[in-house]
């Protein structure tokens, strides 16, 4: 999850599974670079032991909303406190427009808001080549990906972990969406997410692998439900996503109403199974 208000954490650290919780950091000017900075460095220092469940990432928004030296920074930081740093990169066309040539409907956005930095250079090139120049693209968790036509091989040689948003990119009525198949081919780790309700009509994680199976013709259902547990898992850095020996056992377990043809297609029907437990660390969580 990402959070933007810390003071929700608590509620966080009491919730029965296991999580990531990415603190959301904005600053496109210069001169908040300090302020922001010192927020997420007291957070991370006085939240340090946040019990088992729960670890803390770094959230930098996105191209458009961090300066370049707040993204440097945060690498730093990350790096200091050995946590995941996540991005929304390259999600819909005017971003790309914006790093090319510094105009259009986000920089009217920002400076309606008062956080346009006057002095700011535009790159000149796509989302991802940007955040590879920063030197902050390795090991980053970049979301959506909309836009990567020319940069697939960065994205592979940077060890760049990929969330696939169907549902927002539903919502949206984006016509270009992440190319999961040849990221999945390159060898990319891909998760699924929701983004927020800001930008979708639901939370609910079923119904993203219903929704990019709809989407993705070209990749199957059951590299879906891998991305779903396995590729989450991964780009997480959780040890999770696979029921085997010495794993920690996170399980959902649904009661089936019909044997399938395919188990794959279990997760996929609505109709067809009900979630009759959930199980943490092999201990229930809910459910018989």
């Known amino acids: 999850d990402t959070l933007s208000d810390v003071e929700l954490l608590r509620e966080y650290a009491t919730l029965p599974f296991r999580q990531v919780v990415f603190l959301e950091v904005l600053g496109f000017r210069g001169d908040k670079v300090k302020e922001s900075l ?3 460095v007291s957070v991370l220092e006085t939240q340090s032991s946040t019990g088992p469940l729960l670890q803390l990432g770094l959230a930098p928004h996105s191209p458009y909303s961090v300066s370049p030296a707040l993204f440097q920074e945060m690498k730093k ?6 946590c995941l740093s996540s991005c929304h990169v390259a999600e819909f066309p005017e971003e790309v427009r914006f790093l090319h040539a510094g105009k259009g409907e986000l920089q009217a956005f920002l400076q309606e808001r008062g956080v346009f930095d006057a002095s700011w250079v535009p790159p000149g090139k796509s989302p991802v080549r940007y955040l590879d120049d920063l030197g902050v693209l390795d090991s980053m968790v970049a979301v959506h990906l909309n836009h990567i036509d020319g ?9 760049t972990r990929a969330v696939f948003c169907p549902g927002s990119t539903r919502w949206f009525g984006r016509t ?3 190319p999961v198949r040849d990221l999945l081919d390159r060898g990319v780790a891909i998760g699924l997410g929701t983004d927020s309700l800001a930008s979708n009509d639901r939370l609910n994680f079923l119904h993203e692998l219903r929704v990019a199976d709809e989407m993705l013709e070209n990749v199957s259902r059951a590299e879906i439900l891998t991305m779903a547990t396995v590729g989450g898992a991964s ?7 696979v029921v085997s020996p010495g794993r920690p056992a996170d399980l959902i377990g649904f009661r089936v109403r019909e044997k399938p043809e395919c188990w794959h297609d279990v997760v996929f029907d609505r109709d067809r199974k009900s979630v009759d437990f959930s199980m943490i660390a092999g201990e229930i969580a809910s459910g018989n």
């Not at 930081?77 to 050995?82: D, G, Q, S, W, Y």
């Open 77 to 82: 930081i990350a790096l200091r406190h050995t």
């Open 176 to 178: 270009q969406v992440m």
């Open 235 to 241: 780009v997480l850095d959780l040890p999770v996503g």
């Open 38 to 40: 010192e927020q997420v």
């Open 151 to 159: 940069d697939l091989e960065i994205l592979q040689a940077r060890g």
